[in-house]
Every structure is written in C-alpha cells, then in structure tokens.
C-alpha cells in the first residue's frame, strides 16, 4: 500500500513561488515515477511534472521553464517548484504513483 500526503499549497500573489511536497511511504521515489497533476476549478486533471526513476524530469507546457521537479530520498518526499505562478495555476495539485493518489493540496494564486 503506498500513501501519499501532499503539503505546501497555500495563497500566494501572482509572480510569487511555492514549494510543493509528496511525502510518500510504502515505496520509494527513488524506485518509482511521481507525478504531479493539477485540477483546476471545472476542468480535469492536467499533468504538470514527473521525475522518473532513473531521475529524467518532465513537464507540461503551462508550467515549463518555471518549475522544478526534485526528490529527497533521505525523506522519501517529491518536491514541485513553481516560479512566477499566475492566476490561472489556481488549483488543486495532487501526486501520483502508478495508480495511489495523495489527497491534494490547494493553491490558489489572488491578489
């Protein structure tokens, strides 16, 4: 059973940054790939990033160029960086691991 729990959301101004978090237990990111999806208020699910395995990242088109994606095997957690969010990054951003879901954590980007 693997059980992911998300952290980091928050309100935060357009232009500003935040750091997202996956803690993840009952499997190792370092072993797995770990996405990062976003659902905006009436739209679906939307891919934003994965690190694969062997540490090759991805990202989708809205966030590319202003995000990182990072892990910390030490404490087994995925970490999404987002630069420069915008008004429309407001969302609900969850982690994946092959079919376990976390809960989310909301951000929501207003000034």
């Known amino acids: 059973q693997v059980q992911l729990v998300e952290s980091g959301g928050g309100l935060v101004q357009p232009g500003g940054s935040l750091r997202l978090s996956c803690a993840a237990s009952g499997r190792a990111v370092s072993s797995e790939n770990v996405q990062w999806y976003r659902q905006a208020p009436g739209k679906g699910r939307e891919l934003v990033a994965v690190i694969g395995h062997l540490g090759t990242t991805l990202y989708g088109d809205s966030v590319k160029g202003r995000s990182t994606i990072s892990r910390d095997n030490a404490t087994n957690t995925v970490h999404l960086q987002i630069n420069n969010l915008k008004p429309e990054d407001t969302a609900i951003f969850y982690c994946?691991?092959?079919?376990?879901w976390g809960q989310g954590t909301q951000v929501t980007v207003s000034s």
């Open positions: 994946k691991i092959n079919m376990f």
